[in-house]
């Protein structure tokens, strides 16, 4: 599988150097360059399939060209050491969790598989890189775990003063781990700045062989359009009729992964979201992208610090722009509808749904009329319910039992190093440089 940029049609590249480098110099996204078909490995599939057994075949047949199926391999079973979980709600309505992994948050398998062939990578051809990233909470804990005994790779974590979550002192760099927090004395939007300003110096991006662990990069996004394929493989003897997923838009990430996911022929017939300002509905109830009404030559590069997949999805459908109505369908969604949906879902099903699961299924319950009596409809939700304890405790009174994982990493973390001041750009500079001159590569 090749990939190309969502700006420019000429950049062409494999997934060694999307992964490495997704920080694109006329700056786009990395998107599939054309879709194969994998029909056979989604339909071989059964309940018995692992997640990680699952993902190695589909690596391998994504990136054979590039990597041997043994490395392909090896990628998935070191990321993956839990599976997502299918339950089944009623006869045609299903729930799919993805919060099983190491911190309680989709996030986990995201995070490591691309570490995961990061590092392996980098193994390879004899290279190092340095991970930049904002955080306000739990990609610090997904960090710690991914990085767990990997050579090649550190991350620069950058996050405002007191924010950190998840992390240990053997995680910190000093002390011979793999992640260096750095703390802001100022707010999220501040840190935002600071990466933004390095990302855009294409000097500094070599120099230190920069990439990212957010959906920017390509290697996130893409083990995403796995979940889907799962759930196929978990649905395909107790569902005859079409399936749709119901999930939040989020940053678009989890949406795009899954037409991935049916562009690779996974069969699914449609996706229903929450309408935002990004994606909204037309008098008729037909999906429109509203930055799609903007020429990409015309837009601001993607903000490799906190990117929206919007322009992903645009990708998708931009050589028959009607089949977006096809695969996508917004419902507007208010407060009320997702305190009502999260009641309903505890009283029918005993199901604690956090705001983005109350809010995928009250968007499934508006478009009901798309969903014939034998298909079925699979709300994903994404993170641990404890995450979103305040709206439960709102909505229902009661909150479930945090899991010991899901505490750790909501464990207030420490940083031993005094804060940065907002905007200085040559202290977060001499951080990267630290890592090379202190020699704990």
């Given at each position: 599988?090749?990939?190309?940029?969502?700006?420019?049609?000429?950049?062409?590249?494999?997934?060694?150097e999307?992964?490495?480098?997704?920080?694109?110099?006329?700056?786009?996204?990395?998107?599939?360059y054309?879709?194969?078909?994998?029909r056979r490995?989604?339909?071989?599939?059964?309940?018995?399939?692992?997640?990680?057994?699952?993902?190695?075949?589909?690596?391998?047949?994504?990136?054979?060209?590039?990597?041997?199926?043994?490395?392909?391999?090896?990628?998935?079973?070191?990321?993956?050491?839990?599976?997502?979980?299918?339950?089944?709600?009623?006869?045609?309505?299903?729930?799919?969790?993805?919060?099983?992994?190491?911190?309680?948050?989709?996030?986990?398998?995201?995070?490591?598989?691309?570490?995961?062939?990061?590092?392996?990578?980098?193994?390879?051809?004899?290279?190092?890189?340095?991970?930049?990233?904002?955080?306000?909470?739990?990609?610090?804990?997904?960090?710690?775990?991914?990085?767990?005994?990997?050579?090649?790779?550190?991350?620069?974590l950058?996050?405002?003063?007191?924010?950190?979550?998840?992390?240990?002192?053997?995680?910190?760099?000093?002390?011979?781990?793999?992640?260096?927090?750095?703390?802001?004395?100022?707010?999220?939007?501040?840190?935002?700045?600071?990466?933004?300003?390095?990302?855009?110096?294409?000097?500094?991006?070599?120099?230190?062989?920069?990439?990212?662990?957010?959906?920017?990069?390509?290697?996130r996004?893409l083990?995403?359009?796995?979940?889907?394929?799962?759930?196929?493989?978990?649905?395909?003897?107790?569902?005859?009729?079409?399936?749709?997923?119901?999930?939040?838009?989020?940053?678009?990430?989890?949406?795009?992964?899954?037409?991935?996911?049916?562009?690779?022929?996974?069969?699914?017939?449609?996706f229903?979201?929450?309408?935002?300002?990004?994606?909204?509905?037309?008098?008729?109830?037909?999906?429109?992208?509203?930055?799609?009404?903007?020429?990409?030559?015309?837009?601001?590069?993607?903000?490799?610090?906190?990117?929206?997949?919007?322009?992903?999805?645009?990708?998708?459908?931009?050589?028959?722009?009607?089949?977006?109505?096809?695969?996508?369908?917004p419902?507007?969604?208010?407060q009320e509808?997702?305190?009502s949906?999260?009641?309903?879902?505890?009283?029918?099903?005993?199901?604690?749904?956090?705001?983005?699961?109350?809010?995928?299924?009250?968007?499934?319950?508006?478009r009901?009329?798309i969903?014939?009596?034998?298909?079925?409809?699979?709300?994903?939700?994404?993170?641990?319910?404890?995450?979103?304890?305040?709206?439960?405790?709102?909505?229902?009174?009661?909150?479930?039992?945090?899991?010991?994982?899901?505490?750790?990493?909501?464990?207030?973390?420490?940083?031993?190093?005094?804060?940065?001041?907002?905007?200085?750009?040559?202290?977060?500079?001499?951080?990267?440089?630290?890592?090379?001159?202190?020699?704990?590569?």
């Amino acid at each position: 599988m090749r990939f190309v940029s969502t700006r420019n049609a000429d950049n062409i590249v494999g997934f060694k150097e999307a992964v490495t480098k997704p920080v694109t110099a006329d700056g786009g996204l990395y998107v599939p360059y054309a879709a194969d078909d994998l029909r056979r490995w989604i339909l071989y599939a059964d309940e018995n399939t692992s997640f990680s057994s699952l993902a190695g075949a589909l690596t391998s047949a994504l990136i054979n060209e590039e990597f041997s199926p043994i490395i392909c391999e090896t990628i998935a079973t070191r990321a993956f050491r839990t599976d997502p979980v299918l339950r089944k709600l009623d006869d045609n309505l299903f729930i799919f969790e993805l919060y099983h992994g190491d911190t309680g948050t989709f996030k986990d398998y995201g995070v490591a598989y691309l570490t995961s062939a990061l590092e392996t990578i980098l193994q390879l051809h004899g290279e190092k890189s340095i991970l930049l990233d904002v955080t306000t909470g739990e990609l610090g804990a997904c960090m710690s775990k991914a990085l767990k005994d990997k050579k090649l790779l550190k991350s620069v974590l950058v996050a405002p003063k007191g924010k950190f979550r998840g992390l240990s002192e053997e995680d910190f760099a000093w002390n011979g781990g793999n992640i260096f927090p750095v703390e802001v004395d100022g707010t999220e939007e501040d840190c935002h700045d600071l990466v933004r300003s390095i990302f855009s110096d294409r000097e500094l991006i070599e120099k230190y062989n920069l990439t990212v662990a957010n959906t920017a990069n390509i290697g996130r996004l893409l083990p995403q359009a796995f979940f889907y394929t799962y759930a196929f493989s978990r649905l395909k003897k107790q569902v005859n009729g079409d399936i749709y997923y119901a999930l939040s838009a989020g940053n678009y990430g989890n949406l795009v992964s899954g037409l991935y996911g049916w562009q690779l022929s996974l069969p699914v017939n449609g996706f229903i979201v929450p309408a935002s300002k990004e994606i909204q509905c037309d008098p008729v109830g037909r999906c429109v992208v509203m930055d799609g009404m903007i020429p990409v030559e015309q837009r601001k590069p993607i903000d490799p610090s906190d990117p929206s997949n919007v322009e992903r999805l645009e990708n998708v459908f931009k050589a028959n722009s009607l089949m977006l109505h096809s695969f996508v369908f917004p419902a507007e969604v208010s407060q009320e509808d997702k305190n009502s949906a999260c009641r309903e879902l505890f009283k029918k099903y005993h199901v604690y749904a956090d705001s983005d699961t109350s809010a995928a299924y009250a968007a499934a319950l508006k478009r009901s009329e798309i969903c014939e009596d034998d298909g079925c409809v699979v709300i994903v939700a994404r993170d641990d319910p404890f995450m979103d304890k305040d709206f439960l405790r709102h909505n229902l009174g009661e909150i479930p039992e945090a899991p010991a994982n899901v505490k750790a990493a909501f464990s207030p973390a420490d940083c031993p190093r005094p804060a940065i001041k907002p905007g200085d750009r040559e202290a977060l500079i001499s951080v990267l440089n630290s890592l090379n001159l202190l020699r704990i590569f």
